[in-house]
Protein backbone atom coordinates (compact mmCIF):
# COMPACT_ATOMS: atom_id res chain seq x y z
CA UNK A 1 0.00 0.00 0.00
CA UNK A 2 1.29 3.71 -0.93
CA UNK A 3 0.21 6.66 0.68
CA UNK A 4 0.69 10.06 -1.13
CA UNK A 5 0.74 13.11 1.28
CA UNK A 6 1.25 16.52 -0.45
CA UNK A 7 0.20 20.14 0.55
CA UNK A 8 1.56 23.24 1.25
CA UNK A 9 3.91 24.41 4.47
CA UNK A 10 3.44 23.63 7.86
CA UNK A 11 -0.24 21.98 7.12
CA UNK A 12 0.50 18.81 9.46
CA UNK A 13 1.76 16.42 6.55
CA UNK A 14 4.74 15.33 7.86
CA UNK A 15 3.22 14.99 11.70
CA UNK A 16 0.03 13.05 9.89
CA UNK A 17 2.28 11.15 7.49
CA UNK A 18 4.27 9.63 10.57
CA UNK A 19 1.33 8.91 12.15
CA UNK A 20 -0.49 7.00 9.31
CA UNK A 21 2.21 4.85 8.56
CA UNK A 22 2.39 3.56 12.22
CA UNK A 23 -1.22 2.95 11.99
CA UNK A 24 -0.64 1.01 8.80
CA UNK A 25 2.69 -0.41 9.93
CA UNK A 26 4.43 1.31 6.86
CA UNK A 27 7.69 2.92 6.18
CA UNK A 28 7.23 7.03 5.87
CA UNK A 29 10.13 9.24 3.88
CA UNK A 30 9.48 13.15 4.45
CA UNK A 31 10.35 14.02 0.83
CA UNK A 32 11.40 17.33 2.55
CA UNK A 33 14.51 16.61 4.25
CA UNK A 34 15.45 15.88 0.72
CA UNK A 35 15.78 19.07 -0.76
CA UNK A 36 17.17 20.42 2.57
CA UNK A 37 19.65 18.19 2.73
CA UNK A 38 21.01 19.81 -0.71
CA UNK A 39 20.59 23.07 0.38
CA UNK A 40 22.57 22.22 3.21
CA UNK A 41 25.17 20.57 1.45
CA UNK A 42 25.33 23.81 -0.47
CA UNK A 43 25.78 26.07 2.54
CA UNK A 44 27.93 24.26 4.20
CA UNK A 45 30.44 23.82 0.34
CA UNK A 46 30.23 27.60 0.72
CA UNK A 47 28.66 27.54 -2.84
CA UNK A 48 25.44 29.84 -3.79
CA UNK A 49 21.95 28.53 -3.77
CA UNK A 50 21.51 29.45 -7.44
CA UNK A 51 24.55 27.00 -8.25
CA UNK A 52 22.31 24.58 -10.42
CA UNK A 53 25.32 21.95 -11.43
CA UNK A 54 26.33 21.83 -7.41
CA UNK A 55 22.88 21.23 -6.32
CA UNK A 56 22.39 18.41 -8.87
CA UNK A 57 25.33 16.80 -7.87
CA UNK A 58 24.76 16.62 -4.29
CA UNK A 59 21.26 15.81 -4.85
CA UNK A 60 22.71 12.40 -6.63
CA UNK A 61 25.24 11.50 -3.37
CA UNK A 62 22.31 11.84 -0.93
CA UNK A 63 21.52 8.94 1.05
CA UNK A 64 18.08 8.82 2.63
CA UNK A 65 18.67 6.54 5.73
CA UNK A 66 21.32 9.24 6.81
CA UNK A 67 18.91 12.81 6.93
CA UNK A 68 19.63 14.55 10.21
CA UNK A 69 16.19 15.99 11.36
CA UNK A 70 17.39 18.26 13.77
CA UNK A 71 20.01 20.40 11.50
CA UNK A 72 17.54 20.38 8.57
CA UNK A 73 14.62 21.53 10.65
CA UNK A 74 15.41 25.44 10.46
CA UNK A 75 13.22 28.31 9.10
CA UNK A 76 16.08 29.17 6.89
CA UNK A 77 16.68 25.81 5.36
CA UNK A 78 13.30 25.63 4.48
CA UNK A 79 13.71 28.82 2.02
CA UNK A 80 16.94 27.71 1.13
CA UNK A 81 15.06 24.24 0.09
CA UNK A 82 12.78 25.80 -2.30
CA UNK A 83 15.10 27.35 -3.63
CA UNK A 84 17.39 24.71 -5.32
CA UNK A 85 13.75 22.29 -5.61
CA UNK A 86 13.34 24.48 -8.36
CA UNK A 87 15.67 22.97 -10.43
CA UNK A 88 15.17 20.24 -13.01
CA UNK A 89 18.56 18.42 -12.35
CA UNK A 90 17.59 18.63 -8.51
CA UNK A 91 14.06 17.04 -8.81
CA UNK A 92 15.47 14.47 -11.82
CA UNK A 93 18.31 12.80 -9.24
CA UNK A 94 15.74 12.58 -6.20
CA UNK A 95 12.99 10.46 -8.40
CA UNK A 96 14.93 7.14 -8.16
CA UNK A 97 15.56 7.69 -4.65
CA UNK A 98 11.86 8.23 -3.66
CA UNK A 99 10.24 5.70 -5.52
CA UNK A 100 12.97 3.29 -4.78
CA UNK A 101 11.48 3.85 -0.98
CA UNK A 102 8.28 3.41 -1.95
CA UNK A 103 8.80 0.19 -4.10
CA UNK A 104 9.59 -1.55 -0.67
CA UNK A 105 7.23 -4.24 -0.48
CA UNK A 106 4.94 -3.74 2.29
CA UNK A 107 4.44 -0.28 0.66
CA UNK A 108 5.41 3.03 2.20
CA UNK A 109 3.84 6.61 3.06
CA UNK A 110 5.64 9.52 1.91
CA UNK A 111 5.21 13.40 2.39
CA UNK A 112 5.79 16.38 0.14
CA UNK A 113 4.36 18.77 -2.66
CA UNK A 114 4.62 16.42 -5.78
CA UNK A 115 3.85 12.79 -4.15
CA UNK A 116 0.78 12.63 -5.99
CA UNK A 117 1.28 13.92 -9.10
CA UNK A 118 4.82 13.16 -9.91
CA UNK A 119 6.71 10.52 -7.84
CA UNK A 120 3.71 8.19 -6.61
CA UNK A 121 1.06 8.87 -9.45
CA UNK A 122 -0.29 5.45 -9.02
CA UNK A 123 -0.64 5.54 -5.21
CA UNK A 124 -3.58 3.87 -3.68
CA UNK A 125 -4.68 6.70 -1.26
CA UNK A 126 -3.79 10.44 -1.83
CA UNK A 127 -4.16 12.59 0.55
CA UNK A 128 -3.66 17.08 -0.18
CA UNK A 129 -3.60 18.46 2.70
CA UNK A 130 -3.87 21.98 3.53
CA UNK A 131 -4.83 24.71 6.04
CA UNK A 132 -5.15 28.90 6.11
CA UNK A 133 -1.49 30.29 5.72
CA UNK A 134 -2.21 31.98 9.00
CA UNK A 135 -2.85 28.74 10.80
CA UNK A 136 -0.04 27.45 9.06
CA UNK A 137 2.22 29.91 10.12
CA UNK A 138 1.05 29.89 13.77
CA UNK A 139 1.70 26.29 14.15
CA UNK A 140 5.06 26.88 12.55
CA UNK A 141 5.49 29.68 14.89
CA UNK A 142 5.33 27.55 17.80
CA UNK A 143 7.44 24.55 16.75
CA UNK A 144 10.23 26.97 16.14
CA UNK A 145 9.56 28.96 19.23
CA UNK A 146 9.73 25.70 21.53
CA UNK A 147 13.36 25.01 19.78
CA UNK A 148 14.65 28.34 20.59
CA UNK A 149 14.59 29.55 17.63
CA UNK A 150 14.06 33.62 17.92
CA UNK A 151 11.91 34.22 14.73
CA UNK A 152 9.24 36.16 14.83
CA UNK A 153 5.56 35.54 13.89
CA UNK A 154 5.02 37.24 11.07
CA UNK A 155 8.68 36.29 9.71
CA UNK A 156 7.33 33.03 9.52
CA UNK A 157 3.64 34.01 7.81
CA UNK A 158 6.40 35.71 4.79
CA UNK A 159 8.58 32.62 4.42
CA UNK A 160 5.26 30.26 4.24
CA UNK A 161 3.88 33.01 1.92
CA UNK A 162 7.22 33.06 -0.27
CA UNK A 163 7.32 29.02 -0.12
CA UNK A 164 3.53 28.69 -1.09
CA UNK A 165 4.72 31.08 -3.57
CA UNK A 166 8.00 29.70 -5.62
CA UNK A 167 6.22 25.88 -5.04
CA UNK A 168 2.73 26.48 -6.56
CA UNK A 169 4.47 28.46 -9.55
CA UNK A 170 7.59 26.40 -10.46
CA UNK A 171 7.70 24.55 -14.07
CA UNK A 172 8.71 21.26 -12.60
CA UNK A 173 6.63 19.44 -10.32
CA UNK A 174 4.66 22.23 -9.17
CA UNK A 175 3.01 21.84 -5.51
CA UNK A 176 -0.68 21.03 -6.72
CA UNK A 177 -3.40 18.59 -5.53
CA UNK A 178 -3.53 15.68 -7.89
CA UNK A 179 -7.14 15.23 -9.40
CA UNK A 180 -7.57 11.54 -7.56
CA UNK A 181 -6.63 12.92 -4.32
CA UNK A 182 -9.32 13.97 -1.47
CA UNK A 183 -8.81 17.47 -0.09
CA UNK A 184 -8.32 17.37 3.96
CA UNK A 185 -8.77 21.35 5.23
CA UNK A 186 -7.43 20.63 8.57
CA UNK A 187 -7.55 24.78 9.33
CA UNK A 188 -9.91 24.05 12.08
CA UNK A 189 -8.64 20.59 13.25
CA UNK A 190 -6.33 19.47 15.81
CA UNK A 191 -3.93 16.88 14.84
CA UNK A 192 -6.06 14.05 16.69
CA UNK A 193 -9.07 15.45 14.15
CA UNK A 194 -6.81 15.67 10.99
CA UNK A 195 -5.38 11.90 11.52
CA UNK A 196 -8.96 10.65 12.28
CA UNK A 197 -9.92 11.87 9.36
CA UNK A 198 -6.66 11.06 6.88
CA UNK A 199 -7.54 7.53 8.25
CA UNK A 200 -11.08 7.53 6.83
CA UNK A 201 -10.02 8.84 3.88
CA UNK A 202 -7.49 5.74 3.09
CA UNK A 203 -9.45 3.77 4.48
CA UNK A 204 -12.45 4.57 2.12
CA UNK A 205 -9.59 4.29 -0.81
CA UNK A 206 -8.42 0.81 0.05
CA UNK A 207 -11.18 -0.78 0.94
O1 LIG B 1 5.10 18.58 7.42
P1 LIG B 1 4.41 19.91 7.44
O2 LIG B 1 5.35 21.04 7.25
O3 LIG B 1 3.24 19.99 6.51
O4 LIG B 1 3.77 20.11 8.88
P2 LIG B 1 4.14 19.43 10.29
O5 LIG B 1 5.58 19.62 10.55
O6 LIG B 1 3.59 18.08 10.36
O7 LIG B 1 3.26 20.31 11.26
C1 LIG B 1 3.65 21.62 11.62
C2 LIG B 1 3.27 21.87 13.09
O8 LIG B 1 1.85 22.02 13.17
C3 LIG B 1 3.65 20.75 14.03
O9 LIG B 1 4.14 21.31 15.23
C4 LIG B 1 2.33 20.03 14.27
O10 LIG B 1 2.25 19.42 15.54
C5 LIG B 1 1.33 21.16 14.16
N1 LIG B 1 -0.01 20.75 13.71
C6 LIG B 1 -1.13 21.16 14.37
O11 LIG B 1 -0.99 21.86 15.36
N2 LIG B 1 -2.39 20.80 13.95
C7 LIG B 1 -2.56 20.05 12.87
N3 LIG B 1 -3.78 19.72 12.46
C8 LIG B 1 -1.41 19.64 12.14
C9 LIG B 1 -0.14 20.00 12.59
O1 LIG C 1 7.86 21.07 6.38
P1 LIG C 1 7.62 22.12 5.35
O2 LIG C 1 6.34 21.87 4.61
O3 LIG C 1 7.79 23.50 5.84
O4 LIG C 1 8.78 21.98 4.27
P2 LIG C 1 9.32 20.67 3.63
O5 LIG C 1 8.23 19.71 3.34
O6 LIG C 1 10.46 20.19 4.45
O7 LIG C 1 9.85 21.19 2.22
C1 LIG C 1 10.86 22.20 2.08
C2 LIG C 1 10.83 22.66 0.64
O8 LIG C 1 11.25 21.56 -0.19
C3 LIG C 1 9.45 23.04 0.11
O9 LIG C 1 9.15 24.41 0.30
C4 LIG C 1 9.55 22.68 -1.37
O10 LIG C 1 10.09 23.72 -2.14
C5 LIG C 1 10.54 21.54 -1.40
N1 LIG C 1 9.88 20.23 -1.63
C6 LIG C 1 9.54 19.90 -2.93
O11 LIG C 1 9.73 20.70 -3.83
N2 LIG C 1 9.01 18.68 -3.21
C7 LIG C 1 8.78 17.80 -2.24
N3 LIG C 1 8.28 16.59 -2.55
C8 LIG C 1 9.08 18.14 -0.89
C9 LIG C 1 9.61 19.38 -0.62
Redesign the pocket.
Known sequence: MIVAI??????G??TLGKRIARHYGLAHL???????AVAYQLIQAGKPLTDEAEAAIAARKLDVETLDDET??GAE???A???V??FPGV?AALVQL?RAFAARPEGAV??????GTV?CPDADAKLFVTASAEERANR?FKELASRGDPITFDEVLAD?RA?DE??TN?AV?P?RQAEDAALLDTTKMDIDAAFRAAVAIVDAATS
Open positions: DGPAASKGDTGLLYRLRMGAASKAARQLDGRDIIRIRRDRSL
